[in-house]
């Protein structure tokens, strides 16, 4: 009799389908992710309003869906530290397993450079304070997020460069920390992105999966509506440039994630 094959787990270790774009088949689309094997959901916060919706789906599905709380640097203002007080009360009222999404966003927010900077030391600090890590945002920023990062060097800080589209001195920056993963996700099965130079230069015990649903869906639902259950095509992607069997990649990147966001064992019961 022929053995049976290995059951494949994926983690989806950054998605939002919390929001308004699966709000017609949430349902749907959760249990699409589970069949496909994406049996945890790492859910990074927004705002303040986000926290509820998130909440609202990590109790439908525990055991599957699990908690961040931050402050998205597009939502930063000049408010920034009052729209921070729900986020915290958010973060010790709940079990999380990390700070996000937080960092730095120069494409859509250059005017306020100054006050993503000083809520990016703010919510770095709440990691530090709960031994959590952190989840970056950076888009148009590698220079003032390393210049941030390289101040807590000497500390327990760690965490993931989410949508990690760097290039091999990006690469190199972030490995010298130590204690930071680089998230993939579907930017890196488009053709024009480069990522078949960048990934095989990533240390293998430092990547991780995502989708970052419902946006930058992956090849060949670009353009289009994003979700979990596309974690799968994201792990074929790496696993076609490393030449690695696709199990090997899911069990290395779920491995990883286990490891820096210290997830509990996975209960099978849960729906």
């Known amino acids: 009799m022929k053995a049976a094959e290995p059951t494949i787990d994926w983690i989806d270790t950054h998605c939002h389908p919390y929001v308004s774009a699966f709000r017609e088949d949430r349902a749907e689309m959760v249990q699409r992710a589970f069949d496909a094997g994406v049996g945890r959901l790492l859910l990074p916060n927004i705002d303040a309003e986000s926290i509820g919706p998130l909440r609202e789906l990590v109790a439908a599905h525990p055991g599957r869906c699990f908690p961040m709380m931050g402050l998205h640097p597009c939502h930063?203002?000049?408010d920034w530290l009052s729209a921070c007080v729900p986020i915290l009360k958010a973060l010790d009222a709940d079990p999380c397993i990390a700070v996000g999404e937080i960092g730095m966003d120069l494409f859509r927010g250059k005017e306020t450079r100054q006050f993503q900077i000083a809520a990016f030391h703010e919510q770095i600090g709440w990691?530090?304070?709960?031994?959590?890590?952190?989840?970056?945002?950076?888009?148009?920023?590698?220079?003032?997020?390393?210049?941030?990062?390289?101040?807590?060097?000497?500390?327990?800080?760690?965490?993931?460069?989410?949508?990690?589209?760097?290039?091999?001195?990006?690469?190199?920056?972030?490995?010298?920390?130590?204690?930071?993963?680089?998230?993939l996700g579907g930017v890196t099965t488009f053709k024009k992105a480069g990522m078949e130079e960048v990934v095989p230069l990533i240390p293998e015990d430092r990547l991780i999966l995502e989708t970052d649903?419902?946006?930058?869906?992956?090849?060949?639902?670009?353009?289009?509506?994003?979700?979990?259950?596309?974690?799968?095509?994201?792990?074929?992607?790496?696993?076609?440039?490393?030449?690695?069997?696709?199990?090997?990649?899911?069990?290395?990147?779920?491995?990883?994630?286990e490891r820096l966001f210290r997830l509990p064992t996975p209960s099978h019961a849960a729906t």
Do not use: M, W
């Open 127 to 183: 990691a530090l304070e709960r031994d959590l890590p952190v989840v970056l945002h950076v888009r148009e920023a590698f220079e003032d997020t390393f210049q941030v990062l390289d101040q807590y060097t000497d500390s327990a800080l760690r965490g993931v460069f989410h949508c990690f589209t760097g290039g091999r001195q990006e690469v190199e920056h972030i490995a010298g920390y130590g204690s930071f993963c680089f998230g």
């Open 213 to 257: 649903s419902p946006y930058l869906a992956p090849v060949p639902h670009r353009g289009k509506r994003n979700e979990p259950a596309y974690t799968v095509l994201v792990g074929q992607r790496v696993a076609d440039i490393l030449q690695r069997p696709l199990s090997d990649i899911a069990a290395l990147t779920t491995q990883n994630a």
């Open 76 to 78: 930063v203002e000049a």
